[in-house]
């Protein structure tokens, strides 16, 4: 199976969120790949844990208005 990744945010700062995965298939995650200068690691995050954890950062809208788009998408992805 082919791994999807989809950018769901870029901050102004340069930190990225991405959609790795299958949303279908439960085994989607959200990867933070944190700014080159903060030398930080990137870090896997599950769909549940990342939008329970009650977010209201610009990254969490987005993955929320990524996925209501694709509730029409019989594909999931």
Known sequence: ?????????RSSN?????????????SAVVRHIPNPPSG???TDTTLTEFLSTGGVGP??????RLL???M???TGV
């Open 40 to 42: 930080g690691r990137s």
């Open 68 to 70: 209501e788009g694709n």
């Open 1 to 9: 199976m082919a791994i999807s990744i989809t950018e769901i945010y």
């Open 14 to 26: 340069g930190d990225c969120w991405q959609l790795v995965g299958a949303i279908d298939s439960g």
């Open 59 to 64: 990254e969490h809208w987005a993955l929320r």
């Open 72 to 74: 029409d998408d019989p």
